[in-house]
Structures are given as C-alpha cells and as structure tokens.
C-alpha cells in the first residue's frame, strides 16, 4: 500500500508524458466524440416552434455541450487497454511489477484528466456565454456537489470498464459485451436525450441503474436543473454505485486473475 502511494506520483508522471507523447492521437479521439453536437443541431431544430417539456433552443445548447464536456473529462478507454493486454500477455509483464496493474492503470488515466479539462475549456467558456450565470453555480454548496459528481462519473466508470476488461480473462471478446453495454448507456445515461424527455417509465428504471449517474446527474447538476437539496441526494446515490461498482470490479478482477495465471499467465 505504501509502496503504491509513494510510486503515484512518479506513475502519473510516466502517463502524462505517454498522453503528451501520443497527443495527435488523444485529439482525434475527442473529435470523434461529436455526437452530443449532432444531438445539439436536432433538438435545437426540434424546439425551434416552441419548448419541449423545460427546454427551449437555449436549453438544448446548453444540455447537450454540458453533456461533451463532462463525457470527455471523465471519460477513459481502460476496457480497450486491459483486453489488449489481457490477449498479447502484456499483463504478465504488469503482473511482474512490485505496483499493482490496478493501481498503474488508474495512474495513466487520471493522468490524462487535466489535458482532457484543458482541451475542453474553449467548449466550457462557450458554455457559460450561452448559459450565463447558473453555470457558474452560484454557491459553494452547488460547486462542490458538481465536483464530487464528476469524480463519482469518473470511478463509476473505471470500475465499469475494470469489470468488463476483466471478463476478457473469462470469454473471448469482452469488447462485445461492452458494446452492448455502451448500446444501453447512450439512452440512459442522457447521451443522446435529456432523461426527462424519454417515457416516464424509463424514469425510475434511469435512477435504478448507474447510467444516470455517469452523466446525467452531474450535467443536471452543473445547468442547474436539479435543486441543491435533489442534487445532494442524488450524490449520495451516485457515491454508493461507486462502492458497488468498485466491490463488483474487485470480485472479478480476483477472479479473472486466477484464471489468467493458471492458464499460463
């Protein structure tokens, strides 16, 4: 444990070099996420005769860039890295290390954090001109439910990602597990529309499910279109799907490695 904390910083420095290395390839990554404009264009085309439910053309533009800055920050491709390695035997090599592969891996994608907020902040200041003074939160109690948010986003996903990149260890293409999971993401976790414009039922099953809480609730947070009282309620839900999500990848991480090294690992 110690040993792990007294590396970190030196593994943080290791993967922001490796994201400044290959930064060509991170831009072209971020502009492949353009989806949430594409959404943007036809909502806003949508609500051109009149508001849909609480969003008129402002609302939409100012959903759906919350939306592609906060998928973009706490966004990370760890599902791909640990199937690859899992399939070349590169997490052998991991294996060999005295730091955990766990503990490398989150290292290089917290390391990518502060050039993903840097690359998005044109978008942000766009942002707070179209949205104007709610988006600056206007309490300390608002701005730090938002923050706590997008950290609870951030692990809800890694765990995610650790779990189904561990099943690579189990089945031959967890890749394609993970489409299907990224099929339901995009509907439920206010991707594609705002949450509350799906049918009604789909609301509890939304707040059921830890999609909504990868982006949904920190970008309803951030536009302010959850109270402070709704908002912090909501944070504590989101914190105990990262101890679930967290216990889950745990489980099959420890499982998955077994495996790994009994068949020759």
């Known amino acids: ?64 860039l919350a939306v592609l800055v906060v998928r973009i920050v706490t966004n990370n491709w760890l599902v791909w890295e640990m199937t690859m390695d899992i399939r070349q035997g590169a997490l052998a090599t ?6 955990s592969p766990l503990v490398q ?4 994608h917290i390391a990518a954090v502060p050039i993903r ?5 044109p978008v942000v200041a766009v942002l707070i001109y179209v949205g104007g003074d709610p988006l600056l939160f206007g309490s300390f109690g608002r701005a730090a439910v938002f923050a706590f948010s997008l950290l609870g986003a951030w692990l809800i996903l890694f765990f995610t990602m650790l779990t ?25 976790s206010g991707y594609l529309f705002p949450l509350e414009l ?3 039922w789909v609301t509890p099953l939304s707040r059921a499910l830890p999609f909504r809480y990868m982006l949904a609730f920190p970008v309803e947070t951030w536009i302010g279109k959850l109270s402070l009282l709704d908002a912090t309620r909501d944070l504590g839900i989101q914190w105990l799907f990262v101890a679930g ?11 998955g490695l077994r495996r790994f090294i009994a068949f020759g690992g």
């Open 198 to 200: 799906l049918p009604t």
């Open 117 to 121: 907020m840097l690359m998005v902040s």
């Open 1 to 64: 444990m110690w040993r792990s904390l007294r590396a970190y910083p030196a593994l943080l420095r290791v993967g922001l070099a490796e994201m400044v290395a290959y930064r060509a390839e991170f831009l072209v990554w971020i502009l492949t996420t353009n989806m949430p404009l594409v959404m943007m264009g036809l909502w806003t085309a949508v609500a051109a005769s009149g508001p849909v439910g609480r969003f008129g053309q402002r609302d939409f533009v100012t959903y759906y």
């Open 245 to 255: 999500m967290a216990s889950l990848a745990a489980v099959t991480w420890r499982q």
């Open 94 to 99: 991991r294996l060999l290390r005295p730091i």
């Open 164 to 188: 189904i990149g561990s099943l690579a260890m189990f089945v031959e293409s967890a890749l394609s597990i993970f489409d299907m999971w990224l099929a339901i993401h995009f509907v439920l």
């Open 105 to 108: 891996y989150s290292a290089e």
